[in-house]
């Protein structure tokens, strides 16, 4: 079963709008945490915003937001006020354990391809 | 800043060669990664390491093997190349307790087109 679910393969917005990329998780562990990266077409992975579990505030990093709803799973990005040079790949992440070892690993989505338009 | 470097960025190898992917950083992380990027899903693990010769298996281990001998360095292995392994290929470290637990420090990835 999928783990980390990105309904949105590409979506195209204009320039100064915000945007919201959507994800939703799978866990039965009462603590997790979800990361947000952006991947340029350069390749480099770019973290962006992690929330925990039990954070009591929506992380907030500049002009990103997470908007965390427990109840229903979903940990969506937003971008407010978009810039050309947001254009890129963005993967939702949740880290879990790695069975046996009480090691931590990111199990990934399947990514969203956001295209800014000037 | 951690640095995770990996050796090549763009590879071009033929079917059954052998393949090294290096990778190396250099922040003292115990745990290491590699993954595997491909259009449609996402990023895969492939081996994980969480000290100096030890490794684990992935979500998708089969056809690769890893080596760490020491704990800066972590070295994917393609026995024998395969026409299905050309992707991009991603290192990453991460630190046993940081900021944002289980955090991944990314290298720029290196892309593998076997022929």
């Known amino acids: 079963a999928q783990k980390i679910t990105q309904t949105q393969p590409g979506m195209f917005v204009q320039e100064k709008e915000a945007v919201t990329l959507d994800c939703t998780y799978d866990?039965?562990?009462?603590?997790?945490?979800l990361f947000w990266y952006k991947q340029p077409s350069s390749g480099e992975m770019i973290f962006l915003i992690y929330q925990g579990s039990y954070d009591q505030q929506n992380a907030t990093e500049g002009r990103y937001s997470l908007n965390f709803q427990k109840a229903r799973k979903s940990a969506n990005l937003v971008i407010s006020a978009s810039q050309l040079g947001d254009s890129a790949m963005y993967f939702c992440?949740?880290?879990?354990?790695?069975?046996?070892?009480?090691?931590?690993?990111?199990?990934f989505g399947t990514g969203t391809r956001l295209t800014i338009i000037p | 800043d951690v640095k995770v470097t990996q050796s090549s960025r763009y590879l071009v190898k033929r079917t059954g060669e052998k393949v090294f992917l290096e990778c190396v950083q250099d922040?003292?992380?115990?745990?290491m990664f590699w993954y595997r990027q491909d259009p449609g899903l996402g990023l895969r693990l492939i081996y994980f390491?969480?000290?100096?010769?030890?490794?684990e298996k992935g979500d998708i281990p089969e056809g690769y093997s890893v080596s760490r001998e020491k704990k800066e360095r972590f070295s994917l292995i393609l026995e024998s190349a395969s026409t299905n392994q050309t992707s991009m290929y991603l290192c990453?470290?991460?630190?046993?307790?940081?900021?944002?637990?289980?955090?991944?420090?990314f290298g720029e990835g290196s892309r593998l087109t076997v022929l």
């Open positions: 990453a470290s991460s630190l046993l307790q940081g900021a944002h637990p289980g955090e991944l420090f």
């Open positions: 866990t039965s562990d009462p603590s997790y945490g």
């Open positions: 922040m003292d992380h115990e745990n």
């Open positions: 390491s969480y000290d100096v010769k030890m490794k």
């Open positions: 992440a949740m880290r879990e354990p790695i069975l046996n070892f009480g090691n931590e690993k990111l199990t």
